[in-house]
């Protein structure tokens, strides 16, 4: 079923000689068998026809044949048939004119007794997809639709879906959607009714953009009737209609919890099918219905273990790997439910690489107390893997379990072995771990120090693992005996160091061995010094440039600058924002679980819109954690300057850079920011969001710059009630700061009332209506039912800020409130207000 | 949804295109997936969904030939890979195997095969029996039928009763002179037991099989004497769940012919039937390898088709390997195969031999992992019984016959 080949490629290839030839002789023979009703014709055509189809399988042109193929046609044997209904729906649309040939004898068998015939003509009929022969379309389709078979019935009802493909108005004006619908919710035949749905949530959609009334049937799908009326025969369906039937249901909002019980109840036995994507399904709908009850959620987790496990475990590697994408989203979620499972994590020798890192990955975070003994131990043994990426990922997972976990006694020791195993790239990867290591346990220092002292530099050659070795070099120089001659033994060879970052390391490490051994460094300084000076790469050079002229100012601030006292690493940056995340998770059971993105993040362009920073989020985080210790610093400082960068950027770019150097004020606590910011992170800054709060974007810029801060001066504290400033300003950093800074003052739950809760389609809708109380939005996000806001207002004459966070779960039609106030005494009037505010939300 | 289905041959050529939607996917994407996966390194060539620049594709391999899905649309994937599964089960049933000639020679009914299997992209029937009575597989016994009543269409004359029945998976009608119902038990044993012979991990997965030639419209109940062993099941859709929940009863309807009934997986288990223990001890450039392969518990059944193999590690410049019973088979890509058969009763066979190293390596640092394969006809060792098989609804006696079969699967031994 090739396409014609393009004209150029028709000359006879030397691979294919007998390709035209060949042609033009079956193309006698088929017209001298056309006329022919000898016994045995058949056979023959059978034969030919064969001949024709591989020759189109394989890519040659056969279009040529075409009306002798249909002359043939004229037979009662069935296998005939549908040899020709393939050629002809293959060759139909670049050859218009003799596809109307076909018509007559399709439509002829449209009519024929056999069930099957019928359902084969009319599925072939529909698939020559010629625009100007959808006339004789409508006929037929509609006699399928009500044919008394419900072979033809389904073949039908997909053929209307392929009618509104080729022309979607034909199929509007013949009001085919509707007999679909009435088909949908009255036929015998679950595979039919499954069809019609398919087919229309298609059509819907796309109907949608232009006619409200679709656009609304379409959400019609989505209620209650509709939904049950599907569960209530789920048993009837086949497995993939079943799956259909399943993502409608994961879209659907129970009205109460009992609601979401009965639907549980009466899918639970679907966790049990044999096939694997039913089971997929279902876990979707489980995990969705139960998002606002924490409890029930986490009961869910425990009863879809089981059955994903064994799924794991009993299907082909095909299947075994689309289920474990699934699994590390959930293991990646709830780490603590699967760590008594650990071992269905571990790598079997056979398995493709792909599926051992995804269980390297589930093995580190389901890491805890009671199991990492036992973790490592099977870790240290793919250390000695033969497939050595894998390899490396088991040090680096030991590596990262060491910086998460308690006991990290004996995973030293693990990682020291490593060092010890003389293997380049075990070396290599241990190296950096042991850096890290040291970056958050510094009293390990003595033990690592030891070891690390006795690999040659000459073994190590990876960059990140010479930078590593380097970056130790410097850091405790005072401890390694024979620091500082490595140190010059590796500046003599400056020339034939290729990466800049093993370089720009040499650099700051001889000067931190200068400041602790002077004497001993002096000469290698020097000698870096003026290297670096040469070097042709930039950032080296300056660097370079720079410690010159700071020691030629004064080497104790030379010092302070380049060494000063550091805070261990509390938490290491994670690449992945919670919000990315929380977006896969809203898209179980879709590629973007397999890929790890969500959607948004590799479909089509068109679809990105204003999300498509994140992109960006993603790289630049990663950035910030591979950075050596003072890139990160200098990098936030331009992030600051960003003024088009969203807050969520600037909050997950901040927190690996200030962690990453501790370089910051003392003031900062280097624990408090990843717990407090987290909320903030969880949301999604739109950008246009962030933007269009502002009364101007001029005004926008000045407050990201800080430049203009409040706009009134303060005066005599006016008494309740209380009124707002309506052009209340606020940059996102300084609300984040505020926010961390403060304590709630107020924390209360409202309801809302049911006209609210049917506004809040969007979090948009509720943005404008609190920005007419004087209130305005700086971060919203979510997806129905769970929506969350951050609000801010200023006291009218004042500079007095509320900060509010919002959540708002419409399916419970409640509503969370946290205040926080600069002003505490008042907040108790702001609350009042506020909810004044939201409760007139969605009222005319 | 899916909008296009290729089989591709292990040289990469297009075997067979299927189009799907009116979305027509150009065959170039097949040269561009081809390329793509050689460029891959060796372990990533068969991962399951790709990303091309213009569609996303699911691939399944089995025996050489590829079975490729594309789509520019976002859909469950496991759905996807589900039904390439099935695509390439059935094809193989009707075919007698996978290759790339049977597909050649016999793509008419491929196509056929396809056309039923799903339609604008997603998937319709699937179920083996229905299609068999849509579709008659090309075996010899159709052909010699076709001679005989002259009949040569390989497509049915009728559409299947049961796409119009309530039991979607059954035949209305069938009828057979002798009644029977074969259930087996299949256990395949996964293990992983690391260099102090420690078991680290040890359990089963296991396959109710079920052949059933039943006139008529029978019911069976199967109930087992410990189902409690059992940790996590999953059924056909044939399996009725209430009677499972309430008395672990498996009651149904069976589908005509060959079928699974439930996979089951039994966690923790304590020991295995055999041990394998191998010795590395390595110095001054050679390296000595010993080992010994014995039963541990016996299961009362002889232990059969014993195959220890392993891959060499890269360093290694030759091996001479002997072995006390069975025999021993080095491969230029530096496979060991140690093939033993029965272990006798009397002595527990050993191998033993050295290796030699690259020059200027004094020990050894990469162990192979042993891969130790095994079969014990009539036991299923995770000790899971059939207690009864009753038949229902049928007024016919009937045979039934229990089998019960284990082997090794992913059972590897590090040293």
């Given at each position: 079923?090739?396409?014609?080949?393009?004209?150029?490629?028709?000359?006879?290839?030397?691979?294919?000689?007998?390709?035209?030839?060949?042609?033009?002789?079956?193309?006698?023979?088929?017209r001298?068998?056309?006329?022919?009703?000898?016994p045995?014709?058949?056979?023959?055509?059978?034969?030919?026809?064969?001949?024709?189809?591989?020759?189109?399988?394989?890519?040659i042109?056969?279009?040529?044949?075409?009306?002798?193929m249909?002359?043939?046609?004229?037979t009662?044997?069935?296998?005939l048939?549908?040899?020709?209904?393939?050629?002809?729906?293959?060759?139909?649309?670049?050859?218009?004119?003799?596809a109307?040939?076909?018509?007559?004898?399709?439509?002829?068998?449209?009519?024929?007794?056999?069930?099957?015939?019928?359902g084969?003509?009319?599925?072939?009929?529909?698939?020559?997809r010629?625009?100007?022969?959808?006339?004789y379309?409508?006929?037929?389709?509609?006699?399928?639709?009500?044919?008394n078979?419900?072979?033809?019935?389904?073949?039908?009802v997909?053929?209307?879906?392929?009618?509104?493909?080729?022309?979607?108005?034909?199929?509007?004006?013949?009001?085919?959607?509707?007999?679909?619908?009435?088909?949908?919710?009255n036929?015998?035949?679950?595979?039919?009714?499954?069809?019609?749905?398919?087919?229309?949530?298609?059509?819907?959609?796309?109907?949608?953009?232009?006619?409200?009334?679709a656009?609304?049937?379409?959400e019609?799908?989505?209620?209650?009737?509709y939904?049950?009326?599907?569960?209530?025969?789920?048993?009837?369906f086949?497995?993939?209609?079943?799956?259909?039937?399943?993502?409608l249901?994961?879209?659907y909002?129970?009205?109460?919890?009992?609601?979401i019980?009965?639907?549980?109840?009466?899918?639970?036995?679907?966790?049990?099918?044999?096939?694997?994507?039913?089971?997929?399904?279902?876990?979707?709908?489980?995990?969705?219905?139960?998002?606002?009850?924490?409890?029930?959620?986490?009961?869910v987790?425990?009863?879809?273990k089981?059955?994903?496990?064994?799924q794991v475990?009993?299907?082909?590697?095909?299947?075994s790997?689309?289920?474990?994408?699934?699994?590390?989203?959930?293991?990646?979620?709830?780490?603590?439910?699967?760590?008594?499972?650990?071992?269905?994590?571990?790598?079997?020798?056979?398995?493709?690489?792909?599926?051992?890192?995804l269980?390297?990955?589930?093995?580190?975070?389901?890491?805890?107390?009671?199991?990492?003994y036992?973790?490592?131990?099977?870790l240290?043994?793919?250390?000695?893997?033969?497939?050595?990426?894998?390899?490396?990922?088991?040090?680096?997972?030991v590596?990262?379990?060491?910086?998460?976990?308690?006991?990290?006694?004996?995973?030293?020791?693990?990682?020291?072995?490593?060092?010890?195993?003389?293997?380049?790239?075990?070396?290599?990867?241990?190296?950096?771990?042991?850096?890290?290591?040291?970056?958050?346990?510094?009293?390990?220092?003595?033990?690592?120090?030891?070891?690390?002292?006795n690999i040659?530099?000459?073994?190590?050659?990876?960059?990140?693992?010479?930078?590593?070795?380097i970056?130790?070099?410097?850091?405790?120089?005072?401890?390694?005996?024979?620091?500082p001659?490595?140190?010059?033994?590796?500046?003599?060879?400056?020339?034939?160091?290729?990466?800049?970052e093993?370089?720009?390391?040499?650099?700051?490490?001889?000067?931190?061995?200068?400041?602790?051994?002077?004497?001993?460094?002096?000469?290698?300084?020097?000698?870096?010094?003026?290297?670096?000076?040469?070097?042709?790469?930039?950032?080296?050079?300056d660097?370079?440039?720079?410690?010159?002229?700071?020691?030629?100012?004064?080497?104790s601030?030379?010092?302070?600058?380049?060494?000063?006292?550091?805070?261990?690493?509390?938490?290491?940056?994670?690449?992945?924002?919670s919000?990315?995340?929380?977006?896969?998770?809203?898209?179980?059971?879709?590629?973007?679980?397999?890929?790890?993105?969500?959607?948004?993040m590799?479909?089509?362009?068109?679809?990105?819109?204003?999300?498509?920073?994140?992109?960006e989020?993603?790289?630049?985080?990663?950035?910030?954690?591979?950075?050596?210790?003072?890139?990160p610093?200098?990098?936030?400082e331009?992030?600051?300057?960003?003024?088009l960068?969203?807050?969520?950027?600037?909050?997950?770019?901040r927190?690996?850079?200030?962690?990453?150097?501790?370089?910051n004020?003392?003031?900062?606590?280097?624990?408090?920011?990843?717990?407090?910011?987290?909320?903030?992170?969880?949301?999604?800054?739109?950008?246009?969001?962030?933007?269009?709060?502002?009364?101007?974007?001029?005004?926008?810029?000045?407050?990201?710059?800080g430049?203009?801060?409040?706009?009134?001066?303060?005066?005599?504290?006016?008494?309740?009630?209380l009124?707002?400033?309506?052009?209340?300003?606020?940059?996102?950093?300084?609300?984040?700061?505020?926010?961390?800074?403060l304590?709630?003052?107020?924390?209360?739950?409202?309801?809302?009332?049911?006209?609210?809760?049917?506004?809040?389609?969007t979090?948009?809708?509720?943005?404008r209506?609190?920005?007419?109380?004087s209130?305005?939005?700086?971060?919203?996000?979510?997806?129905?039912?769970?929506?969350?806001?951050?609000?801010?207002?200023?006291?009218?004459?004042?500079?007095?800020?509320?900060?509010?966070?919002?959540?708002?779960?419409?399916?419970?039609?409640?509503?969370?409130?946290?205040?926080?106030?600069?002003?505490?005494?008042?907040?108790?009037?702001?609350?009042?207000?506020?909810?004044?505010?939201?409760?007139k939300?969605?009222?005319? | 949804?899916?909008?296009?289905?290729?089989?591709?041959?292990?040289?990469?050529e297009?075997?067979?295109?299927?189009?799907?939607?009116?979305?027509?996917?150009?065959?170039?994407?097949c040269n561009?997936?081809?390329?793509?996966?050689?460029?891959?390194?060796?372990?990533?060539?068969?991962?399951?969904v790709?990303?091309?620049?213009?569609?996303?594709?699911?691939?399944v391999?089995?025996?050489?030939?590829?079975?490729?899905?594309c789509?520019?649309?976002e859909?469950?994937?496991l759905?996807?890979i589900?039904?390439?599964?099935r695509?390439?089960?059935?094809?193989?049933?009707?075919?007698?195997?996978?290759?790339?000639?049977?597909?050649?020679?016999?793509f008419?009914?491929?196509?056929?095969?396809?056309?039923e299997?799903?339609?604008?992209?997603?998937?319709?029937?699937?179920?083996?029996?229905?299609?068999q009575e849509?579709?008659?597989?090309?075996?010899?016994v159709?052909?010699?039928?076709?001679?005989v009543?002259?009949?040569?269409?390989?497509?049915?004359?009728?559409?299947?009763?049961?796409?119009?029945?309530?039991?979607?998976?059954?035949?209305?009608?069938?009828?057979?002179?002798?009644?029977?119902?074969?259930?087996?038990?299949?256990?395949?044993?996964?293990?992983?037991?690391?260099?102090?012979?420690?078991?680290?991990?040890?359990?089963?997965?296991?396959?109710?099989?079920?052949?059933?030639?039943?006139?008529?419209?029978?019911?069976?109940?199967?109930?087992?004497a410990?189902?409690?062993?059992?940790?996590?099941?999953?059924?056909?859709p044939?399996?009725?769940?209430?009677?499972?929940?309430?008395?672990?009863?498996?009651?149904?309807?069976?589908p005509?012919?060959?079928?699974?009934?439930?996979?089951?997986?039994?966690r923790?288990?304590?020991?295995?039937?055999?041990?394998?223990?191998?010795?590395?001890?390595?110095?001054?450039?050679?390296?000595?390898?010993?080992?010994?392969?014995?039963?541990?518990?016996?299961?009362g059944?002889?232990?059969?088709?014993?195959?220890?193999?392993?891959?060499?590690?890269?360093?290694?410049?030759?091996?001479?390997l002997?072995s006390?019973?069975?025999?021993?088979?080095?491969?230029?890509?530096?496979?060991?195969?140690?093939?033993?058969?029965?272990?006798?009763?009397?002595?527990?066979?050993?191998?033993?031999?050295?290796?030699?190293?690259?020059?200027?390596?004094?020990?050894?640092?990469?162990?192979?992992?042993?891969q130790?394969?095994?079969?014990?006809?009539?036991?299923?060792?995770?000790g899971?019984?059939?207690?009864?098989l009753?038949?229902?609804?049928?007024?016919?006696?009937?045979?039934?016959?229990?089998?019960?079969?284990?082997?090794?699967?992913?059972?590897?031994?590090?040293?």
């Amino acid at each position: 079923m090739a396409p014609p080949p393009p004209q150029s490629n028709r000359s006879p290839s030397p691979s294919q000689p007998s390709g035209k030839s060949e042609v033009s002789d079956l193309k006698l023979q088929l017209r001298q068998l056309a006329g022919s009703r000898a016994p045995g014709t058949d056979d023959s055509k059978r034969d030919l026809f064969k001949k024709v189809i591989s020759n189109m399988t394989i890519g040659i042109d056969v279009s040529s044949l075409f009306g002798e193929m249909v002359m043939c046609s004229a037979t009662s044997d069935i296998v005939l048939k549908k040899m020709c209904y393939l050629y002809v729906g293959n060759y139909a649309k670049v050859n218009p004119d003799l596809a109307l040939l076909t018509i007559n004898f399709l439509q002829r068998d449209c009519k024929d007794q056999d069930p099957m015939i019928r359902g084969l003509a009319l599925r072939s009929l529909c698939s020559l997809r010629v625009a100007n022969l959808v006339e004789y379309l409508v006929g037929p389709l509609g006699s399928g639709l009500k044919d008394n078979n419900s072979y033809v019935r389904t073949v039908a009802v997909i053929g209307v879906l392929k009618l509104y493909h080729i022309s979607a108005t034909t199929c509007i004006d013949a009001d085919f959607p509707e007999t679909l619908k009435h088909l949908m919710l009255n036929d015998q035949d679950t595979q039919v009714v499954a069809n019609c749905l398919s087919a229309l949530q298609e059509i819907w959609t796309l109907e949608s953009t232009t006619s409200e009334e679709a656009a609304r049937e379409r959400e019609n799908l989505h209620s209650k009737p509709y939904v049950y009326y599907f569960l209530n025969r789920i048993k009837e369906f086949s497995e993939w209609a079943q799956c259909l039937v399943m993502e409608l249901v994961a879209k659907y909002i129970p009205s109460d919890n009992s609601e979401i019980f009965d639907i549980m109840n009466l899918l639970e036995d679907r966790l049990q099918h044999a096939n694997g994507a039913v089971v997929l399904a279902t876990t979707k709908v489980f995990l969705h219905l139960t998002l606002s009850m924490a409890d029930v959620h986490q009961q869910v987790y425990e009863r879809i273990k089981a059955p994903l496990l064994t799924q794991v475990s009993s299907g082909s590697p095909e299947q075994s790997y689309a289920i474990l994408s699934h699994l590390h989203l959930l293991v990646m979620r709830a780490p603590y439910i699967f760590s008594s499972d650990y071992k269905h994590f571990y790598c079997q020798y056979n398995e493709p690489s792909y599926v051992k890192k995804l269980k390297l990955e589930m093995l580190t975070a389901v890491a805890n107390e009671s199991n990492t003994y036992e973790i490592v131990t099977e870790l240290c043994e793919y250390a000695a893997n033969v497939d050595i990426p894998i390899a490396r990922e088991s040090i680096r997972a030991v590596g990262k379990i060491a910086l998460q976990q308690y006991d990290v006694n004996a995973i030293v020791d693990r990682l020291l072995q490593f060092l010890e195993m003389e293997k380049d790239y075990v070396t290599s990867e241990a190296l950096v771990l042991v850096k890290d290591l040291l970056r958050k346990y510094p009293q390990w220092s003595q033990d690592c120090i030891a070891v690390v002292g006795n690999i040659s530099s000459n073994n190590v050659q990876e960059p990140k693992a010479k930078a590593a070795l380097i970056w130790m070099l410097g850091e405790y120089s005072q401890d390694m005996h024979d620091a500082p001659y490595v140190l010059e033994s590796l500046v003599e060879n400056w020339d034939e160091e290729h990466s800049a970052e093993v370089r720009l390391h040499l650099l700051t490490a001889v000067m931190k061995c200068f400041f602790k051994r002077p004497p001993e460094t002096q000469k290698a300084l020097g000698a870096a010094l003026a290297a670096g000076l040469a070097d042709f790469h930039q950032d080296v050079h300056d660097r370079a440039l720079f410690y010159y002229r700071l020691l030629q100012y004064n080497v104790s601030v030379a010092e302070s600058v380049v060494n000063p006292p550091k805070q261990a690493v509390s938490v290491f940056a994670d690449t992945q924002s919670s919000e990315v995340k929380d977006r896969i998770f809203d898209e179980f059971n879709s590629l973007s679980v397999v890929y790890q993105k969500p959607s948004y993040m590799f479909t089509d362009k068109e679809h990105r819109g204003t999300l498509e920073f994140s992109d960006e989020l993603g790289n630049l985080s990663i950035n910030a954690e591979t950075g050596d210790s003072v890139v990160p610093a200098q990098r936030v400082e331009e992030n600051d300057k960003d003024l088009l960068l969203s807050t969520t950027e600037k909050d997950d770019v901040r927190d690996p850079g200030s962690n990453g150097s501790a370089y910051n004020a003392p003031s900062y606590n280097g624990s408090a920011p990843s717990a407090t910011s987290q909320p903030l992170a969880d949301l999604a800054f739109s950008s246009t969001g962030a933007t269009g709060q502002a009364p101007a974007p001029g005004l926008a810029i000045d407050d990201l710059l800080g430049l203009d801060f409040s706009v009134g001066t303060a005066t005599t504290p006016s008494p309740p009630p209380l009124t707002l400033n309506p052009k209340a300003v606020l940059d996102p950093g300084t609300f984040q700061q505020k926010w961390r800074q403060l304590p709630i003052s107020l924390s209360e739950e409202y309801s809302l009332s049911p006209l609210g809760i049917a506004s809040l389609v969007t979090p948009n809708a509720l943005l404008r209506h609190m920005q007419s109380h004087s209130i305005q939005c700086i971060a919203s996000g979510g997806q129905s039912p769970n929506f969350k806001f951050f609000f801010f207002a200023q006291k009218a004459e004042e500079a007095s800020i509320y900060l509010v966070e919002c959540i708002i779960n419409t399916s419970s039609a409640k509503s969370q409130i946290k205040i926080k106030a600069d002003d505490q005494s008042s907040s108790q009037a702001f609350s009042t207000l506020f909810q004044s505010a939201l409760s007139k939300f969605g009222l005319p | 949804m899916l909008q296009c289905i290729f089989l591709l041959s292990d040289s990469g050529e297009v075997i067979l295109e299927k189009q799907l939607t009116g979305h027509r996917v150009d065959r170039s994407i097949c040269n561009w997936f081809w390329d793509h996966t050689n460029s891959q390194p060796n372990s990533y060539k068969q991962q399951p969904v790709i990303a091309s620049p213009t569609h996303y594709l699911f691939q399944v391999c089995r025996e050489g030939i590829t079975f490729l899905a594309c789509t520019q649309v976002e859909m469950p994937p496991l759905m996807a890979i589900e039904f390439l599964c099935r695509v390439a089960d059935v094809i193989n049933g009707y075919l007698g195997g996978l290759n790339e000639d049977s597909i050649k020679d016999n793509f008419v009914i491929v196509y056929e095969l396809l056309d039923e299997m799903i339609d604008n992209g997603f998937p319709l029937t699937t179920e083996p029996n229905i299609l068999q009575e849509m579709i008659a597989p090309p075996n010899i016994v159709s052909k010699v039928l076709s001679v005989v009543t002259g009949n040569s269409s390989n497509v049915s004359d009728t559409l299947p009763g049961s796409t119009a029945s309530c039991v979607p998976w059954r035949t209305a009608d069938p009828k057979y002179a002798n009644n029977e119902v074969y259930v087996d038990l299949v256990e395949q044993m996964d293990a992983t037991i690391n260099r102090d012979g420690v078991l680290v991990k040890c359990e089963i997965n296991g396959e109710v099989q079920v052949n059933s030639h039943i006139t008529g419209l029978p019911d069976l109940t199967l109930s087992f004497a410990n189902p409690s062993i059992l940790d996590d099941v999953r059924f056909h859709p044939c399996v009725r769940f209430r009677p499972w929940e309430s008395n672990q009863i498996l009651s149904f309807v069976p589908p005509d012919g060959q079928f699974k009934l439930m996979n089951y997986r039994v966690r923790k288990l304590k020991s295995t039937p055999i041990y394998v223990k191998p010795q590395l001890t390595s110095d001054g450039g050679i390296c000595r390898l010993n080992v010994m392969v014995g039963m541990r518990n016996d299961p009362g059944k002889t232990v059969d088709s014993v195959n220890v193999q392993f891959q060499l590690p890269p360093c290694i410049l030759s091996a001479d390997l002997t072995s006390t019973h069975g025999t021993v088979n080095i491969l230029s890509n530096k496979t060991c195969t140690w093939s033993i058969g029965r272990i006798p009763k009397d002595k527990a066979p050993s191998m033993s031999g050295t290796l030699v190293l690259e020059t200027g390596l004094e020990r050894l640092h990469v162990f192979p992992t042993f891969q130790v394969d095994f079969r014990i006809m009539g036991v299923a060792l995770s000790g899971l019984q059939i207690d009864k098989l009753d038949l229902k609804t049928v007024p016919y006696r009937f045979y039934k016959g229990f089998r019960a079969l284990t082997r090794a699967g992913e059972f590897e031994v590090r040293s």
